[in-house]
């Protein structure tokens, strides 16, 4: 029997943590053979609610589920962490932007990177998925000092899964036909969805996404919908996204740890060690491959057409740009 993995989320009875600690405790984000350790950490004032979460997860006696711990404080909750997945924080509401939130939120950001770096597993991976996530993981990052910072991510995993649902929708293949379409930058309305490494294995065919899809719904609809997908989901449903949010969280560890299979690229939003310009330390959306368990390399060596590189500039400045806003936070 394995070791079980100690994984840590906030917000954990918030709408996207109801969604996710229980796909994990089934074994869907580490492996069907994994042991889990679920420690979930709430405000003090949700820990009736959080509470209920845990008797739930009780009541589903998941094989693979070793233990349930509460908290109602970050330095607790993430003692021996080996997965902290960051997704307590205040969501946006009709008519703001997901900026819009760094000042609320943002501070949060420096307590738990500071409970993380002082009582988590020495090489945890961590994921923010509370907005806006990328400032948020350059904030929790920033307090490392025992922690490696190369461990510090956000999500843009949702926003490549809707691009690729996208595709498969618009062609009426599986999203499974659809691989190495990948998202550069924030996780705002700057970030640039690229379909140039896209392709579409289907009917024993492989097709460039570029030739399979029309150019001018990928340039115009679809390039829009992904974009803004998810105030489009805050007005149809008055709350944000959380299942589908809380599906592609587990994407991100679950390809993190296990792999994708066949190399295919996936978008996490990590610091920058420079490449393509983009300043260090931004955590920034990359094309990246996994190389083995725990272990992402951003994909190198790409052709950036002007037009590409003009979007992918403008989403750093906006990154720039929050993280003058957070400045004391650093
Ligand atoms: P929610 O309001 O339903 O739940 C948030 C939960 O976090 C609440 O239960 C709250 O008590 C808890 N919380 C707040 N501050 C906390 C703290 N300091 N420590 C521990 N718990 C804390 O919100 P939600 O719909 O679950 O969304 C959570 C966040 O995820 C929002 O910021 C939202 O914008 C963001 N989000 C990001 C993505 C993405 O793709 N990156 C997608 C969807 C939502
Ligand atoms: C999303 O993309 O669905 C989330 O970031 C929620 C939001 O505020 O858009």
Known sequence: MKKPIRVAITGAAGNIGYSLAFPIASGAMLGPDQPVILQLVELPMAMNALSGVAMELDDCAYPLLHGIEIADNAAQGFKDADVVMLVGAKPRGPGQTRADLIRDNGPI?????????????????????????????????????????????????????????????????????????????????????????????????????????DAAWLAGDFDKTVRTRGKAIIDARGKSSAASAAFAAIDHIHDWFLGTGDNTVVSMAVPSDGSYGIPEGLIYSFPCRITGPWKYEIVQGLTIDAATQARIDNSTKELLAEREAVKDLL
């Open 109 to 213: 950001f420096t307590g738990q990177g500071d409970a993380i770096d002082q009582n988590a597993a020495q090489d945890v991976k961590v994921i923010v998925v509370g907005n806006p996530c990328n400032t948020n993981a350059l904030i929790a990052a920033s307090r490392c000092k025992r922690t490696p910072r190369a461990h510090y991510t956000a999500m843009t995993r949702l926003d490549q899964n809707r691009a690729v649902g996208q595709i498969a929708k618009k062609l009426g293949v599986a999203p499974a036909a659809v691989r190495d379409v990948f998202i550069w930058g924030n996780h705002s309305d700057t970030m640039v969805p690229d379909f140039s490494l896209g392709y579409v294995a289907a009917a024993g065919e492989k097709k460039p996404v570029a030739s399979a899809v």
